[in-house]
């Protein structure tokens, strides 16, 4: 990819559905929290430099990863500034609007609970200042300053259920999402090891979730688990992540229930779930027309960005400028947003075509 595909990449605007908070936190942040708990102590910091800087990890190393990430960011200051960095991050490569998920987390030893968590995220939302932020229906914040129109961006949270969790905990987010929808929460996300736990015991809750009206995202097929890919499928969320190990009964299925897919090149590479990019799962959906999203998964454990998953696509699968915008333009469709949120997207790109060349 050259640089100024790259710059174009980065210049077109964007619909980011799939990035989890915790690993879309910047590699200096990391490092500057893990210096500050190394010095009191809690941590080593060597230990903890070497596996952030680590580039190749398969995807059970990079879920433990997940596990030291958490013990750097899990107080509320902490949430609250990765969310504020991450929005600004997305913000600056020009995605218009970020669907951000993240698991709410109990933690009793510093008083914190799954609503104090989702409360600090919040915090971190409003405290961005570099973009105007649209982060709940009627929350539209006035996108003039002094005559000029500022940059926008539209963000709406999905609550992640850990497949480590209990049903219990499960109904617990669930009823906290519920609780936050006029905070910008749409939907429901099941994420975490996917060789941890079963779907039966999540069901309960996603079922409740969308009997209220949630939206529902799984992370679906990062293993080959045939039977678990089958009932997910026959649940039919609104979008599903990944779909990388199904046989053939199920692609056909998926195909026919023609189910948005959240597609991650680099995170699929990097854990090996996929083996080349050449033989990546994108050039049939693609072909055949299925609905898919490009997006980023982990943008600061894999090191990219959504205009670098842009970047990717075209000089993998020899996307030039049109086919990219349309790509981009096409996400719209799939958000967890009313109509008239479509629309503003819809008038943003058709803005943006004649600025770009
Ligand atoms: C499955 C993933 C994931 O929620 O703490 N997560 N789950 N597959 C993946 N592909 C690589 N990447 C991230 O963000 C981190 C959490 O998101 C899930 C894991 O549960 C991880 O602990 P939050 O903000």
């Given at each position: 990819m050259n640089r100024e595909n790259m710059e174009w990449c980065v210049s077109m605007p964007k619909v980011e559905l799939h990035a989890h908070l915790n690993g879309s936190v910047r590699n200096s942040t990391l490092f500057e929290l893990a210096r500050a708990l190394g010095e009191k102590g809690v941590i080593v910091f060597s230990d903890v430099e070497n596996v952030i800087m680590k580039d190749d990890r398969t995807l059970h190393e990079v879920l433990k990863l997940f596990d030291l990430i958490h013990i750097l960011t899990t107080d509320h200051s902490t949430i609250t500034r990765i969310t504020k960095e991450v929005i600004e991050d997305f913000a600056s490569e020009n995605v218009v609007y970020l669907e951000l998920r993240t698991t709410p987390k109990r933690n009793g030893s510093i008083g914190m609970s799954k609503r104090s968590y989702m409360d600090a995220v919040m915090e971190g939302l409003r405290a961005v200042n570099s973009v105007d932020v649209?982060?709940?229906?009627?929350?539209?914040?006035?996108?003039?300053v002094n005559g000029t129109a500022r940059k926008k961006i539209y963000v709406r949270f999905l609550l992640s259920i850990d497949r480590r969790e209990s049903t219990e905990a499960a109904m617990e987010t669930v009823k906290l999402a519920l609780e936050m929808r006029d905070l910008g929460v749409v939907g429901i996300d099941l994420s975490g090891n996917?060789?941890?736990?079963?779907w039966g015991t999540f069901l309960p809750a996603l079922k409740f979730a969308r009997e209220q009206g949630l939206y529902i995202t799984l992370h679906c097929g990062?293993?080959?688990n045939q039977e678990e890919i089958k009932a997910m499928i026959e649940f039919l969320p609104q979008r599903i992540g990944?779909?990388?190990?199904?046989d053939k009964e199920n692609w056909k299925k998926l195909k026919t229930a023609k189910i948005p897919v959240e597609i991650c090149l680099t995170s699929n590479i990097r854990t090996e779930t996929i083996s080349s990019i050449d033989i990546h799962h994108f050039v049939d959906l693609y072909k055949e027309k299925h609905p898919l999203a490009l997006c980023t998964d982990d943008s600061g454990v894999f090191s990219t960005s959504l205009s670098g998953e842009y970047g990717l696509a075209s000089s993998a699968f020899s996307l030039g400028k049109t086919e990219m915008f349309q790509l981009a333009e096409n996400a719209i469709d799939f958000i967890f947003s009313d109509d008239g949120v479509k629309a503003n997207l819809r008038a943003t790109f058709k803005a943006s075509v004649e600025k770009l060349d």
């Amino acid at each position: 990819m050259n640089r100024e595909n790259m710059e174009w990449c980065v210049s077109m605007p964007k619909v980011e559905l799939h990035a989890h908070l915790n690993g879309s936190v910047r590699n200096s942040t990391l490092f500057e929290l893990a210096r500050a708990l190394g010095e009191k102590g809690v941590i080593v910091f060597s230990d903890v430099e070497n596996v952030i800087m680590k580039d190749d990890r398969t995807l059970h190393e990079v879920l433990k990863l997940f596990d030291l990430i958490h013990i750097l960011t899990t107080d509320h200051s902490t949430i609250t500034r990765i969310t504020k960095e991450v929005i600004e991050d997305f913000a600056s490569e020009n995605v218009v609007y970020l669907e951000l998920r993240t698991t709410p987390k109990r933690n009793g030893s510093i008083g914190m609970s799954k609503r104090s968590y989702m409360d600090a995220v919040m915090e971190g939302l409003r405290a961005v200042n570099s973009v105007d932020v649209d982060y709940c229906p009627t929350g539209l914040k006035n996108d003039t300053v002094n005559g000029t129109a500022r940059k926008k961006i539209y963000v709406r949270f999905l609550l992640s259920i850990d497949r480590r969790e209990s049903t219990e905990a499960a109904m617990e987010t669930v009823k906290l999402a519920l609780e936050m929808r006029d905070l910008g929460v749409v939907g429901i996300d099941l994420s975490g090891n996917p060789i941890v736990g079963n779907w039966g015991t999540f069901l309960p809750a996603l079922k409740f979730a969308r009997e209220q009206g949630l939206y529902i995202t799984l992370h679906c097929g990062e293993v080959p688990n045939q039977e678990e890919i089958k009932a997910m499928i026959e649940f039919l969320p609104q979008r599903i992540g990944h779909a990388c190990c199904f046989d053939k009964e199920n692609w056909k299925k998926l195909k026919t229930a023609k189910i948005p897919v959240e597609i991650c090149l680099t995170s699929n590479i990097r854990t090996e779930t996929i083996s080349s990019i050449d033989i990546h799962h994108f050039v049939d959906l693609y072909k055949e027309k299925h609905p898919l999203a490009l997006c980023t998964d982990d943008s600061g454990v894999f090191s990219t960005s959504l205009s670098g998953e842009y970047g990717l696509a075209s000089s993998a699968f020899s996307l030039g400028k049109t086919e990219m915008f349309q790509l981009a333009e096409n996400a719209i469709d799939f958000i967890f947003s009313d109509d008239g949120v479509k629309a503003n997207l819809r008038a943003t790109f058709k803005a943006s075509v004649e600025k770009l060349d």
